[in-house]
């Protein structure tokens, strides 16, 4: 190994006296060859979830947006989920709109508006056999919609209709020629349709809440759409962050999910007052991503794609393992640590790794 | 000794099943009327034997040389292996029924494609013949467009398929017309032994059964076969015999109901007896027994040391460890032997070198010390010093399992060190452990080098100690080196004396900070808060009013008392200086001493909590009661704007949630100020403020609870909403939203709670049991998956991370190379580190 001290420590400005010491204790910390990395990580996550509490739920302090914590979140990550529970954003802006008004109104605008969000009232009208439509004004106006985009939006996704207005009012009729076969409930259905038409905002975007840290305006929102808020100008495309880890791999590649992973598991476990050494997280993180996707930590990932077939015949689902084992012909090459305990070797690992002859 | 390479997997061939038979088992018959095993049945004793005192008819061999022989049955119709069911679909799917051609784009399956990912053809590219869908209609017939496939037709179809395309289907294993069982290997007796009950009665293993009912339906059918019994009833038969055979490979079967014994309870057949917990797998080849063992009650020794553990005498007689005889050790060994059996230090065996092994008894003792001589081996009681290994389980980390060094002592527990409960997550309300002893020089070494507890003390998961000192020591530590604290000279003496410190002692009184100073090590320098630390707006440092700013010169205690921050897991600073700077062994002596320092400095001074300590004085009780009173009308008025619709709400949010949100940031408010108002006007003698603040036990919002109010009871985060519509007691209005009627416990634990906070109590108690035991299960599966999945990832000779098949997962390890277990809480020097 080289002489150089790990990167921060170069770039530091130290006295002779101690960089020389920092020299010395380097020496002495590097890692061993053999060291079982992959099971301290492992169990340096998974003891402190047993032994301490990791709630779900805090209740002191809490923001509007209620989001997946603790030991049920790490799970998530680890099973390496394709829709986390809850997933969120945290949109800066960047130097021009770092205030409030336009923060507010980035917010506005990313935030998913369907429909009926902006209704005031929405009715059948039995005698006429029509639906009823009051849009709000004022949400109109802060949204910057008009009663006529409201208008050609229903008449794109919904069909045989007729659609008039009347002084703001909305009024939706079945077309002339469907109205001999038509009940009640098909009124009703388009109702429901044409409430539930997204009108404006990014999709997927549930909520979206503006907070002031150090000065920096945060989006926070909750549901994830990165590929379409990284468009979004007045943006820092460069900070913005979604707990999506699927997301991110998908719109901005595996390094970044590998460090989404990273700095996800690690939040997680520091929220919860957990004092655990990144460099655990950092070989999962790895371990998850090295093959270009990401893979969970489970039966149908890592634990599962092993190459020895006793390893994962011992995990689970044993007898699918063994006869896929037997009808491909595999061969189990002992390399690893659970197949040598099984057929009662030392495993090559560790101490295991070095040969030792004990002279009588 | 040679050493097993590698383990191919391949598919059994009728062929070898007829090499590895001794027999054919014909009958269904078990045991004929002189309760002998019959001829031909499933009990032969051609199969292997399991009664003492009989001989294998095969190999001759008595009970423990006999492993057991194969024999086999010969199907009057062929049936399918269920367990190869996919791998038949498989085939069926992707090769013509005509001509056994591959129906696949061949290239593609040479590239490395999985099958599965490629089209069917419909027309075989060899002899044209059109394809059917093949469908599988559950449990185990295969239908090509409407018409069942009898096991026969599909034999049939894949004895066509040439060993070309079943490689490049995937089978590589053996042959596929071999998923289709003509032969039944019976494994021998032994590995289904019978088990004779008190009554004299015989109770057969389920495989047994199982294998009884397959010859049975399979000479039945035979039979009919022989007198061309009319179509149906061959039909019958032949599904009872594919059901029996399914079930004996596997009981579990979705679509299928399983196999019960007499009694109701489902048959454990060849594929449960491998899988989960409880399978070969798991339990028998991973999970291994051991001797040379034992596992007792745990109880404290604050005398030992922390690498010690007390071992009763009784265990010490009963683990024994081997030991060569030399010229240098003969006499020592002698004496051992000398002693015998039942007396302590003394012997159990004694092996010769032609390998003779003789126990050793009172009576034979003589001769046995007659012919002792260097190159036989001794297997002597466990004595003092010896190297044994430790274990509390769950063993959820490598400190769970550690090294200590033996030490023999009266009664029946073993004792271990206050400081070393932390790793092992171990108290004496009744909890057992293990010790090993090692019987190899090799492993006594690692042992010694990797696993002894000093060497443990900084945990790998953050890079400080994991162990330290809790509870009493803490306290006990604030009390002997909080300002004013003396001893005369006598005192000291007496103190240090215990703990092994030799000191000149040159003045008539000393301090408790001095009295620490003994145990510290020389070149030791420190400064930083103690966990007393009041967190004033401006520090003054060495002029802290509250004395806590320690300060340390070249181990020397100047100012500041000790607490949670020096000496404590986790979080002393003292402990892990040591350990950084003077060594493993020197950090716990450090340990070893402090901690008699402390034990007898609280044997004359005393620390306890009475019920004075949670009173409080009438101004501070109007000042909470106050409080409480403000907060509760500003919720009153949030619940009535509510009503009143003028309410705030964010968008997203129901009115309901908003006001809940509302009310819990009071009613936090309202716990919160207090803890504060006890904070400030709690006397500085106060016991349980000296636990609280030392951080020896408890906190202030335990006080709080005790002396102040309990405060809100939450469940899952939110107030209590559980109970009848609309309220949670029936002592409440319907829709009535207040505190009270939500959980609010206004009274104190002191002052006593009424039935209806009581109520509430227990189900915010009952909520922390469920969640843990819940949680357990939760994360220890977690553990388990997190474990299997990198576990063969490890530092290799190179330096870089890698996995058993060699793939590189880091280039450096932790990206510096740092080993998280020997640097200072992840970094390289952590001061340093934090300056810049």
Same mark, same amino acid.
């Given at each position: ?65 209620? &989001?997946? %914590?603790?030991?049920?979140?790490? /799970? ?47 009715? @059948? ?58 009940? @009640? ?33 945060? /989006? ?21 962050? #979604? ?118 | ?14 062929? /070898? ?26 009990? =032969? ?67 490395? @494609? ?35 496939? &009898? ?248 400190? #769970? ?138 520090? %003054? ?12 010169? =070249? ?29 493993? #062994? ?76 509302? @009310? ?16 400030? &006007? ?155």
């Amino acid at each position: 190994m080289t002489e150089q001290l790990p990167g921060p420590y170069e770039k530091i400005d130290l006295k002779k006296k101690d960089k020389d010491m920092l020299k010395k204790r380097y020496k002495q910390i590097k890692y061993e060859v053999g060291e079982a990395v992959g099971v301290i990580a492992a169990q340096s996550i998974s003891e402190p979830a047993t032994q301490t509490t990791l709630r779900a739920y805090h209740s002191e302090g809490r923001t509007q947006l209620v &989001t997946t %914590k603790g030991l049920p979140r790490l /799970i998530e990550l680890f099973d390496a989920r394709k829709i986390p529970k809850t997933p969120t954003m945290e949109i800066y802006l960047d130097k021009e709109h770092n205030n409030k008004e336009d923060a507010r109104k980035i917010a506005a605008k990313i935030k998913e508006t369907k429909l009926k969000h902006i209704l005031k009232e929405d009715s @059948i009208d039995l005698i006429n056999l029509r639906i009823e439509l009051v849009p709000d004004s004022t949400l109109l106006q802060n949204l910057d919609i008009t009663t006529e985009s409201i208008i050609t939006l229903i008449k794109k996704s919904i069909k045989h209709i007729n659609i008039s207005c009347e002084n703001e009012v909305i009024m939706i009729e079945i077309a002339q020629d469907k109205k001999p076969d038509f009940t @009640i409930s098909d009124l009703q259905s388009i109702r429901v349709r044409a409430r539930n038409l997204f009108t404006k905002g990014i999709k997927g975007i549930e909520q979206a809440i503006v907070e002031c840290e150090n000065n920096q305006w945060i /989006i926070k929102t909750l549901g994830s759409n990165l590929k379409r808020v990284l468009k979004m100008p007045g943006i820092d495309a460069s900070r913005i962050t #979604s707990n999506n880890i699927f997301e991110v791999a998908k719109v901005l590649g595996i390094e970044a999910a590998r460090n989404a992973i990273i700095k996800e598991t690690i939040t997680t476990m520091r929220e919860q007052g957990v004092d655990t050494d990144v460099r655990h997280l950092l070989l999962v993180a790895d371990a998850m991503t090295n093959d270009g996707t990401i893979q969970a930590i489970g039966r149908y990932g890592l634990a599962g794609q092993k190459s020895s077939v006793l390893s994962r015949a011992n995990f689970e689902e044993t007898v699918k393992h063994l006869t896929n084992a037997a009808s491909g012909g595999e061969i189990d090459p002992l390399e690893s640590v659970i197949e040598n305990i099984i057929i009662g070797n030392i495993a090559p690992i560790g101490t295991g790794m070095i040969k030792l002859k004990v002279k009588d | 000794m040679s050493k097993i390479k590698e383990i191919r997997f391949k598919m059994i061939s009728p062929e /070898i099943i007829r090499k590895l038979s001794v027999m054919p088992v014909v009958t269904s018959e078990v045991y004929g009327p002189d309760a002998y095993p019959i001829d031909g049945g499933v009990m =032969d004793p051609k199969l292997g034997i399991i009664d003492p005192g009989m001989r294998c008819q095969t190999c001759g061999g008595r009970i423990g040389e006999c492993t057991g022989h194969f024999g086999h049955i010969e199907f009057a119709r062929p049936v399918l292996n269920i367990l190869y069911l996919p791998q038949i679909r498989l085939i069926l799917t992707y090769t013509c029924h005509k001509c056994g051609a591959l129906l696949a784009d061949k290239t593609k399956l040479e590239q490395g @494609i999985a099958p599965k990912k490629l089209k069917v053809m419909t027309t075989c590219p060899d002899c044209g013949a059109k394809q059917g869908k093949i469908k599988l209609e559950k449990p185990s017939t295969f239908v090509r467009d409407k018409h069942p496939l &009898t096991p026969v037709e599909i034999r049939e179809h894949f004895e066509k398929i040439s060993d070309e395309t079943a490689n490049l289907i995937g089978i590589k294993g053996g042959r596929p017309e071999w998923f289709i069982l003509t032969l039944l290997l019976v494994p021998p007796v032994t590995a289904r032994p019978s088990i004779t009950l008190e009554s004299g009665d015989r109770s057969e293993d389920d495989l047994t059964h199982k294998l009884v009912d397959i010859i049975r339906i399979n000479h039945r059918l035979a039979d009919n076969l022989e007198i061309g019994a009319p179509d149906f009833i061959i039909e019958d038969l032949w599904e009872l015999l594919q059901y029996h055979v399914t079930t004996y490979f596997n009981n579990e079967i979705s679509s299928i109901p399983p196999a019960r014994h007499r009694s109701g309870r489902s048959l454990k057949t060849l594929a449960q007896r491998l899988k989960s917990k409880d399978g070969r797998f798991r339990h028998n080849l991973t999970g291994k027994r051991v001797n040379y063992c034992a596992r007792t009650v745990v109880s404290p020794d604050p005398n030992i040391s922390l690498n010690d553990v007390g071992v009763p005498e009784l265990v010490a007689k009963e683990l024994t460890v081997p030991i060569k005889v030399t010229k240098n050790n003969i006499n020592e060994l002698k004496a051992h032997i000398k002693n015998g059996p039942d007396t302590h230090p003394g012997a159990n065996y004694v092996t010769r070198p032609d390998g003779i092994r003789k126990k050793v008894i009172n009576e034979n003792k003589e001769s046995i010390l007659e012919e002792l001589a260097p190159g036989h081996i001794v297997e002597r009681h466990l004595i003092d010093g010896d190297i044994t290994i430790f274990n509390r389980q769950p063993s959820l980390h490598r400190m #769970s399992v550690m090294a200590h060094y033996a030490k023999i002592m009266p009664h029946k527990t073993f004792r271990l060190n206050l400081c070393v409960c932390k790793p092992y997550n171990a108290d004496f309300d009744g909890d057992e452990m293990n010790l090993h002893v090692l019987q190899t020089a090799e492993a006594r070494a690692e042992a010694e080098q990797l696993m002894l507890v000093e060497k443990n003390i900084r945990s790998p998961r953050f890079g400080g100690p994991i162990m330290g000192c809790d509870q009493d020591y803490i306290s006990g530590a604030y009390q002997l080196t909080k300002i004013g604290t003396t001893f005369t000279k006598q005192q000291t003496a007496q103190i240090l004396i215990n703990a092994d410190i030799i000191a000149d002692l040159k003045k008539d009184t000393y301090t408790g900070k001095e009295i620490f100073s003994f145990a510290i090590p020389k070149g030791i320098n420190l400064e930083y808060k103690a966990n007393t630390c009041r967190k004033c707006e401006t520090c %003054k440092k060495k002029e802290c009013e509250h004395d806590a700013y320690v300060i340390i010169e =070249d181990g020397e205690l100047k100012k500041g008392v000790i607490d949670t921050n020096s000496i404590a897991a986790f979080k002393g600073r003292i402990i892990d200086t040591i350990d950084m700077e003077k060594g493993h #062994s020197q950090a716990r002596l450090f340990l070893d001493q402090i901690t008699k320092i402390i034990t007898r400095t609280m044997m004359k001074q005393g620390f306890s909590i009475s019920l004075d300590n949670l009173d409080t004085d009438k101004t501070t009780r109007t000042n909470i009661e106050k409080a409480i009173d403000k907060q509760l009308e500003v919720i009153e008025k949030q619940i009535e704007d509510y009503k009143k619709g003028k309410i705030d709400v964010s968008p997203g949010r129901t009115p309901e949630e908003a006001l809940e949100d509302m @009310i819990m940031i009071e009613l936090w408010k309202i716990t919160n100020m207090t803890q504060q108002i006890i904070d400030k &006007t709690v006397d500085e003698t106060n016991s349980a403020i000296i636990m609280a603040r030392t951080g020896a036990r408890g906190s202030i919002q335990n006080l709080a609870y005790m002396s102040g109010l309990v405060g809100q009871e939450t469940i899952r985060g939110r107030r209590i909403f559980r109970g009848y519509t609309g309220r949670t007691l029936s002592h409440f209005k319907k829709g009535d939203l207040s505190p009270t009627s939500h959980g609010f416990v206004r009274s104190s634990f002191q002052k006593g709670i009424d039935p209806i906070e009581f109520f509430f109590e227990v189900m915010k108690g009952r909520e922390g049991i469920m969640d843990s035991s819940l949680k357990t299960r939760v994360s220890g599966y977690m553990q388990r998956r997190l474990v299997s999945a990198l576990q063969d990832i490890k530092v290799g000779e190179d330096y870089h991370v890698r996995d058993s098949s060699g793939t590189i997962i880091q280039f450096v390890p932790g990206e510096d190379c740092v080993d998280p277990a020997k640097s200072d809480r992840g970094y390289l020097d952590k001061q340093i580190m934090t300056k810049h």
